[in-house]
């Protein structure tokens, strides 16, 4: 296995971690946050989530020797943002989480689950993701009203990286952030000595609450959003480069991590889709056979960033919360356009994809069950309508 270690494996694989921790954790902290995580439950939660992340990144790949990436359920988080606290709390939502990875283990075990997922028509699954990505991604917009000397430098920097090298873009708009945070914004004198007393890592157990609400509202959406736009499409990209890995085996490894770290409020784990696209490339080494060492290396670079998560929580809590998620939202206007374009591309399936987009992106809640999951029911009725219809 040593032999197969390489220096451009290596560096593809820090590349990935880095890029999949910073361009995204901005959203996790988002979600929790607006399920009702305090800070240091957020900083706990991402402690854990970068450890299983890299754990189960390092676990994978060596058991079959292939370049399987790890990320977490970043449209899933997103998802929390637009839901918002439910019945119950924050530990309510640690029991969808729970649920959510007991319906991930359920798809690996029973095939009939997983094939259910896949059967949800691809524009419906894509305008939900969309209605449900859109609000946030409206946060820069949001930012730079609140103050432009604030939010026109992170967005600025976002829009001219973009251009030049997409994969460095968010990277960079979290550069202007604490460039904006550090010099924009009156940081309190004892700055320095409250980020040292930070950076020591806690863990906090989360008592999960388990309620009718929080299945349907959370665990449901949850699962369907991190099935269809994580680990259905992490599977597609592997076979695309070449590799077979099996789904069901990695499907019940990531519900059961995901369910072992929604104990401690972390959003669930799931099979990596971008930086999974950097693992297997040709660019992680030419040998295909010895491509799954930049996944090793990612996951041990994620367990290192999870170590740094107090300290980065609590810098980024210095500064007004629009500012953060306009960085989230800026990290998901690529996903956002993707789905958009997927879900209003077929004309056959227009009506009933806006449809879903509009009831999702309304946030607004029926008997308590959040938007999301009845824009997915009511975007069906409408493709059903229509297809009865066309039949008639």
């Keep these: 296995m040593l032999r197969d270690f390489s220096i451009q494996a290596m560096v593809m694989g820090l590349l990935a971690a880095f890029v999949g921790f910073v361009s995204s954790f901005a959203v996790i902290m988002q979600g929790l946050s607006a399920m009702g995580a305090g800070p240091d439950q957020v900083a706990s939660a991402l402690l854990v989530l970068s450890v299983l992340m890299g754990v189960l990144g390092i676990l994978l790949p060596l058991w079959l020797r292939m370049p399987i990436s790890v990320a977490w359920s970043t449209p899933g988080a997103a998802l929390l943002s637009s839901v918002g ?34 059967m949800i028509p691809a524009p419906l699954a894509n305008a939900m993701l969309s209605g449900i990505l859109v609000n946030l991604c409206l946060a820069p917009v949001k930012a730079v009203a609140f103050n432009p000397w604030l939010g026109l430098p992170i967005v600025a920097t976002w829009m001219l990286v973009v251009i030049w090298k997409r994969l ?12 904006v945070l550090v010099f924009g914004v009156d940081l309190p004198p004892d700055v320095l000595s409250r980020l040292g ?11 999960p609450v388990f309620t009718l609400h929080g299945f349907i509202s959370v665990a449901v959406p949850l699962f369907i959003v991190t099935m269809a736009s994580q680990n259905i499409p992490g599977i597609a990209i592997l076979k695309v480069n070449g590799y077979e890995p ?47 060492w930049s996944a090793i290396v990612a996951g041990i670079a994620y367990i290192f960033f999870g170590l740094l998560a107090s300290g980065i929580i609590a810098f980024v809590a210095l500064s007004p919360p629009i500012l953060l998620q306009a960085v989230a939202g800026l990290a998901l206007i690529g996903a956002f356009s993707s789905a958009a374009q997927a879900a209003f591309r077929d004309a056959d399936t227009r009506e009933a994809a806006a449809i879903t987009f509009l009831v999702t992106a309304s946030g607004t809640a029926f008997a308590g069950v959040s938007g999301a999951f009845w824009g997915l029911i009511a975007g069906a009725v409408m493709l059903g309508l229509k297809r009865m219809a066309t039949k008639g």
């Design 85 to 118: 606290m439910i019945e119950g709390g924050f530990p309510a939502a640690a029991g969808a989480f729970v649920l959510c990875g007991g319906l991930i283990v359920l798809s690996g075990l029973f095939s009939p689950l997983g094939r259910a997922i896949r």
């Design 168 to 179: 460095w873009a968010v990277p960079a708009a979290l550069l202007a952030f604490a460039l």
């Design 197 to 207: 007393q930070s950076i020591h890592p806690q863990l906090l157990l989360v008592v």
């Design 246 to 292: 099996p789904p069901n085996p990695l499907f019940v490894a990531s519900g059961l991590f995901s369910a072992i770290g929604a104990a401690f409020g972390a959003v669930p784990v799931n099979l990596a889709a971008i930086t999974a696209a950097m693992c297997a490339s040709e660019e992680a080494h030419h040998d295909p056979k010895r491509r799954y």
